[in-house]
């Protein structure tokens, strides 16, 4: 009787398997995975892994936590991936205790007892920079690609472009090639880079974060890398529907903190900030923020400036501590960020986890708030002064910036006025503080939806009584219908002011130095005050600047400031009044 061919698992156990040979290896060259469906009465280890409300909700409603499941990711990971680089490289990827705790037990553990099936769906993990989030990512996309048992499985990288897309899928190409197991078992595609495993005819890939042709996925995992550097929510909608035709799939969103608080990105994390709080429930939600608060972050960066070494904020909300990060490193990063205020907005958010309305700001805030005086109304009486206006398109702030002369021959003064409709205190008021702007009187709030141009024209007469109006400089986009009223009603002359690099470089270079120097006095007004904090600019080949106006729907305003360098701009191209002349009409510096 012939003797029975061995097959390509026992060639493996033996050692003398060769792919082209025996054929693909089968899922169960790895540990089987456990049912997910448990008996009833089973799953005491739950109480165990209730991290917030929201878990606690889920078990009264049935979800249990199957420590089995949990436990075989962990022997995939310890077993089956290896580390591919630095002082781990070769070693078996061991999980941290929060790794574990945090992110792989409470993601494949909590199950639905009757069906098997995993709880969550999907994923937010907001964690500093350099805490290992593409790593643990990379080895939860090999485990969906080989270890989860599902046909067919089609796993992705998702990213901002295609190097985005290329970090986390690139680290598990590494993982492969560190692992001779696996390497024996997964082919790579040379030119697409795609991972294949042919046992279950699944497939590892890399996309950018084009949503064209996106929609016929059936996704069974996807990794979206670095969502705050998302532009639009095209590919997050692309692909939302591509999971279901999966009965347990799983969308990952691994990312620092951001700058942009209408982005897709900072929309889920307010909804995973909500369901950690309990002001939300999503039973297939998974929430994991490790931040600080902004303010106790920046009290630590005060102490560390005054000669702390202890920064147990930034402690908090670095997981990673002592294992990849060195605190002295870390320490040591905090005191050169300090050097250069502009890093601030970065350290904050790569290291505190403070999501910032400006990552790389123009102006040096503190500068700012420094030229801010108060000073009687009494004083501008028979001054010269010059406004510059920026209006609304619709909904977004109407700002007008006086500008005068002060009483030494370099420096100027400047008071404010901004305009909003109330539909956009209502849209952004969870983000940005207008209606204490409005209990204060910093803006002014007008009916309906879009600017209401009857308010400004009338407020803009008063100011033209109150003050000696030289000239109102303004953009002529949607406005020049409005000017050429407020003009013929006033005599005051209106003077276009192209939005051009060419006509705001100077004022804008002139606008920085008089607050670096404080040669500019700022009567204080708190909206004016944060579109200074999260203006940036964009220079041309000659290194000219200009402020630049973020997109149509975005919660970051600019128009004061833009207002601020046009009425700085009318004020510099004229000459000058001599203190006598003023002195005739009793202006007396009332600071």
């Known amino acids: 009787m012939p003797r029975k061919a061995m097959s390509a698992q026992q060639h493996y156990e033996r050692g003398t398997y060769r792919k082209d040979r025996h054929g693909p290896l089968t899922l169960y060259n790895f540990e089987k995975k456990p049912p997910g469906k448990m008996r009833r009465g089973s799953g005491q280890e739950a109480s165990k892994w209730i991290r917030n409300i929201a878990d606690e909700r889920a078990v009264a409603e049935g979800y249990r936590f199957n420590l089995d499941l949990a436990q075989h990711v962990e022997y995939f990971f310890r077993e089956k991936i290896k580390h591919s680089s630095g002082q781990w490289a070769g070693q078996p990827f061991e999980l941290q205790p929060w790794q574990r705790d945090e992110v792989i037990y409470p993601m494949f553990g909590w199950v639905d007892p009757e069906t098997g099936a995993r709880r969550f769906r999907q994923s937010y993990q907001e964690i500093a920079k350099k805490n290992g989030k593409s790593a643990i990512a990379s080895a939860i996309g090999l485990y969906f690609l080989l270890a989860d048992e599902e046909m067919g499985s089609e796993c992705y990288s998702l990213g901002s472009d295609s190097s985005q897309a290329q970090i986390v899928h690139s680290e598990a190409i590494n993982m492969i090639k560190a692992s001779e197991e696996l390497s024996e078992i997964l082919h790579i595609n040379r030119s697409s880079n795609a991972i294949m495993f042919d046992a279950t005819n699944s497939t590892y890939r890399a996309l950018s974060s084009s949503p064209s042709g996106k929609h016929g996925y059936k996704i069974h995992f996807a990794c979206s890398d670095e969502m705050h550097c998302w532009k639009g929510d095209a590919l997050f909608n ?29 929309k889920q994390r307010e909804k995973a900030q909500a369901i950690i709080e309990g002001r939300y429930t999503d039973h297939r939600y998974h929430a994991l923020i490790y931040s600080a608060d902004k303010q106790d972050a920046l009290d630590e ?61 123009w102006l040096d805030i503190d500068e700012f708030k420094k030229c801010e005086i108060d000073w009687e109304d009494q004083w501008a009486i028979g001054r010269d002064c010059w406004i510059g206006l920026d209006l609304a398109k619709t909904s977004d702030t109407t700002a007008a910036v006086i500008c005068y002369h002060d009483d030494d021959d370099h420096s100027y003064r400047m008071e404010s006025r901004f305009w909003l409709p109330q539909g956009s205190v209502d849209k952004y008021s969870h983000l940005i503080d207008y209606k204490e702007w409005q209990e204060s009187g910093d803006i002014t709030v007008t009916d309906g939806d879009v600017c209401d141009y009857d308010v400004v024209f009338h407020d803009l007469l008063q100011l033209s009584e109150q003050y000696c109006v030289q000239e109102i400089l303004y953009d002529p986009y949607n406005a020049e219908h409005l000017m050429q009223q407020f003009s013929e009603q006033t005599g005051i002359e209106r003077k276009i002011f192209p939005q051009t690099v060419k006509h705001f470089a100077e004022p804008t270079k002139e606008f920085e130095r008089l607050i670096t120097n404080r040669e500019l006095k700022i009567k204080r007004n708190d909206c004016w005050r944060f579109q200074a904090s999260v203006v940036t600019t964009k220079p041309d080949a000659n290194n000219n600047i200009r402020p630049i106006k973020p997109g149509k729907d975005s919660a970051k305003k600019i128009d004061g400031i833009v207002a601020s360098i046009m009425s700085l701009g009318g004020a510099m191209s004229q000459p000058r009044a001599s203190t006598n002349d003023l002195l005739v009409f009793g202006g007396a510096d009332d600071e």
């Open 238 to 266: 692309a692909i939302k529907y591509g999971f279901r035709m999966r009965r347990q799939p799983m969308h990952l969103i691994i990312t620092n903190a951001g700058d942009d608080l209408q982005s897709v990105c900072y």
């Open 301 to 361: 960066l005060e102490a560390v400036k005054d000669g702390a070494t202890s920064i147990p904020v930034a402690r908090k909300c670095n997981p990673s501590i002592d294992v990849i990060l060195d605190e002295k490193d870390l320490l040591a990063d905090i005191k050169d960020a300090l050097q250069v205020p502009r890093e601030i907005p970065n350290l904050l958010r790569f290291t505190y986890g403070v999501w910032e309305m400006s990552s790389n700001p």
